[in-house]
């Protein structure tokens, strides 16, 4: 499946010494089969001027999300999307008989994409509750001191604000947009909102503000091993998010199966 990874225009000089990895279909969405070497590679391309990045990561509920909305998925189109969770390896080895060569999740991966990147960068963060992102990048100046951090806004600036904060995107273009406005919000900001004149890469995050400062705590390292970080998370908030695993992860299996099922008969 081919991709478009970087606007139209730059692609062909982007991708001129970079291969595109392999795309495998969960349900409908095109994830890239790629090791964290390879996407880091992608992803440094376009801080060094090789174009113009949207990042998003796909988890189970971001399939199911997508499921029901034909414009999401279309969007979607235009992203580089990085496989998140055991939920899309159980796909994957459902649909191609393997698993994707590494769990590049946003919280893990986005540190990951700091820590390898020496030469400094300009990231700007972008989301959350009020203070959050700043205290959330706090941590990422503490962590990663070779960058500069900026909190453009939190997330709930008002529809007559958001002129300013594009703006203000354009006049300082970072390298690194990091939206945190969660499934499918942050996703569809960045495709209708951000070009190749507001950042190099613009990437949905999720929760990584919320972990960084604080406000929700990740699950036991032994936990993260055995790839069930979801149960942790459930348990500490059962009201937010029962619907999106007890119901959510049966419903992505299910999808999945009859993907499953549809290519056999054809």
């Not at 950042?199 to 919320?210: E, P, Q, R, T, W």
Request: glycine content about 8%.
């Amino acid at each position: 499946m081919n991709v478009v990874l970087f606007q139209t225009s730059q692609r062909r000089a982007a991708l001129a010494d970079l291969p595109e990895p392999a795309r495998r279909d969960i349900a409908g969405i095109p994830v890239a089969a790629a090791t964290s070497d390879e996407a880091l590679a992608l992803i440094d391309h376009a801080f060094d001027g090789g174009g113009h990045l949207h990042l998003a990561y796909c988890n189970a509920n971001l399939v199911n999300i997508a499921a029901r909305d034909a414009g999401l998925r279309e969007r979607l189109a235009h992203f580089l999307i990085l496989p998140d969770g055991i939920g899309v390896d159980i796909a994957s080895r459902l649909l191609y008989g393997a698993a994707f060569p590494a769990n590049l999740n946003g919280t893990d991966f986005t540190p990951a994409i700091l820590a390898a990147r020496k030469r400094p960068l300009r990231v700007m963060l972008l989301g959350g509750r009020p203070g959050v992102a700043e205290r959330a990048a706090t941590r990422l100046r503490a962590d990663h001191p070779q960058h500069r951090f900026t909190v453009l806004s939190h997330g709930y600036f008002g529809p007559d604000e958001e002129a300013a904060l594009l703006a203000r995107l354009a006049l300082e273009r970072p390298d690194l947009l990091l939206v945190a406005f969660g499934n499918p919000r942050q996703e569809q900001w960045i495709a209708d909102h951000i070009e190749a004149r507001h950042c190099a890469v613009a990437a949905g995050i999720g929760a990584l503000f919320d972990f960084l400062a604080g406000e929700v705590a990740r699950a036991p390292e032994t936990l993260r091993a055995l790839r069930l970080e979801w149960t942790y998370r459930l348990w500490l908030e059962p009201r937010r998010l029962w619907r999106r695993y007890v119901v959510g992860n049966p419903a992505f299996l299910m999808r999945v199966l009859r993907q499953k099922l549809t290519r056999r008969s054809t």
